[in-house]
């Protein structure tokens, strides 16, 4: 009996204990969970600013040269007028003199362009949050750590370097860059330095891991940030959440640092799931998101006309100060010819032709070669005393209009410069030589 005892006293005394810690346990796992998606939450932000970062300095370096050699200016402008069409802000102020017709960039351009920014920093974050969730573990913190201190740096390093032999709005040659720049070296050297340290058993050093990291976190952000405060204009739009970026990216590794910090201080955690539904479906609708800010629009309504050659085109010029001819040229899907010469009274010279249907379908393989459908002529460059072309594509269910500066339109690699290559080489094959001449001469009277 004394034994029956003794191990009934000895079950409830272990049934007494585990309900009394079972609680505690189940709250130090909670804790560490929200730890580790604190840490997580950093990283995804810091990935999403380095992401932003470089584009900002890819688009200003296009946007500050006088001979482009990319044309993300014109892929960052067209995602901005994505996001303010969605957001319903304004986007153009049309600006017209004597002879010139233009649309310059609108004040709002600038909150598009913030609102830009925000969205892919936070898209960016949320991605890289779910993936990171899914692949790291608790254990992996210092390196987790490790991109909340190198991922912005080295987003503005790979950012310079590739456009390090851009003109920058030198009028004059420029000598080939170094393909590494003292900001390049330095971060090899922290790299080096943080690997070296990470691997020594003195780091593991509770004080010793503190003082190193205090002192290197000071110098590795003050270097860093001194940096990102220079300006990267775009179209002499200066972005505000630049400079939050430059707050931002110190107060995410001091998250991290204190996250790990707090993980080490606590029991070791539960197991936990690492696959969340949620966090799959989140991590999708931001993948989804991203691509319809940044991707080109999809094929509608006239890109199927353009296939079965069933569209109308019309090509037109506009004057300049100078004897730039102005003149319209419409094309039928049948292959005639309309053309309009603009005279400086006001009157207008009709003359009629025709084309064979080989050159019609040449005509359409052009434009959709220059993917005339997907194009965003508000995100065109442009200068203030150049003629204008413009093309306009008309089916019985839809149609687009498209209008360049027909000489400033940035790399002939590009869509602006494709698009006035193609209109240049529509005038060729329906003859508009005689038209350019005869409006030319009417416009130097």
């Known amino acids: 009996m004394a034994t029956n005892l003794a191990r009934s006293v000895s079950r409830e005394s272990v049934a007494g204990y585990t309900l009394r810690h079972m609680p505690a346990n189940l709250s130090r796992g909670s804790q560490s969970g929200r730890w580790h998606n604190l840490r997580l939450i950093a990283v995804g932000v810091s990935v999403g600013m380095a992401v932003t970062l470089g584009l ?12 482009q050699k990319d044309n993300f200016l014109y892929y960052f402008l067209r995602s901005a007028y994505r996001v303010g069409d969605f957001f319903r802000v304004p986007s153009r102020v049309s600006v017209s003199t004597e002879m010139v017709k233009r649309e310059f960039w609108s004040p709002w351009l600038r909150l598009s362009l913030e609102l830009t920014w925000i969205l892919t920093v936070i898209l960016v974050a949320i991605i890289v949050y779910a993936v990171a969730k899914f692949v790291s573990r608790e ?32 009028p004059w040659p420029q000598p080939p860059q170094p393909r590494l720049s003292i900001r390049g070296w330095m971060l090899i050297a922290e790299l080096t330095i943080f690997l070296a340290l990470s691997a020594l058993p ?54 991290a640092i204190y996250s790990n910090r707090r993980l080490g201080c606590e029991a070791p955690p539960l197991p936990h799931k690492r696959f969340s539904l949620g966090g799959a479906i989140a991590a999708a609708v931001a ?4 691509y319809a800010i940044w991707a080109p629009l999809p094929r509608g309504a006239l890109g199927r006309a353009m ?44 003359e009629y032709g025709k084309i064979t249907p080989q050159q019609y379908t040449e005509i359409i393989a052009l434009l959709r070669d220059a993917n005339f459908e997907s194009l965003e002529d508000r995100a065109f460059i ?21 209008v360049s500066d027909s000489f400033y339109f940035g790399a002939e690699s590009g869509p602006q410069g494709k698009f006035v290559s193609a209109a240049a080489s529509i005038e060729k094959i329906v003859n508009t030589s005689h038209c350019r001449e005869t409006t030319a001469q009417a416009w130097h009277r």
């Open 202 to 255: 003195s780091a593991r050093n509770p004080r010793l891991s503190r003082t190193w990291q205090t002192v290197v976190f000071v110098v590795h952000f003050c270097f860093w940030d001194y940096l990102f405060l220079h300006a990267y204009p775009i179209v002499r739009n200066i972005l505000t959440m630049q400079y939050v970026g430059v707050v931002l990216a110190p107060i995410a590794a001091l998250l």
């Open 307 to 350: 296939d079965e050659n069933d569209v109308t085109v019309q090509l037109s010029r506009g004057p300049c100060y100078g004897s730039c001819p102005s003149y319209a040229v419409t094309i039928d899907r049948d292959g005639r010819v309309k053309y309009v010469g603009r005279w400086r009274d006001g009157t207008d010279d009709v």
């Open 287 to 290: 993948a989804f998101a991203l």
């Open 382 to 402: 442009w200068a203030f005393d150049t003629p204008s072309v413009a093309v306009v594509v008309a089916s019985q269910h839809a149609d687009k209009t498209v």
């Open 56 to 67: 900002l300095i890819w688009a200003s370096a296009s946007s500050q040269s006088l001979q």
């Open 139 to 170: 254990r992996d913190g210092r390196w987790l750590t490790a991109i909340t201190w190198f991922a912005v740096p080295l987003g503005y390093v790979a950012a310079t370097i590739s456009t390090r032999n851009w003109d920058w709005g030198n």
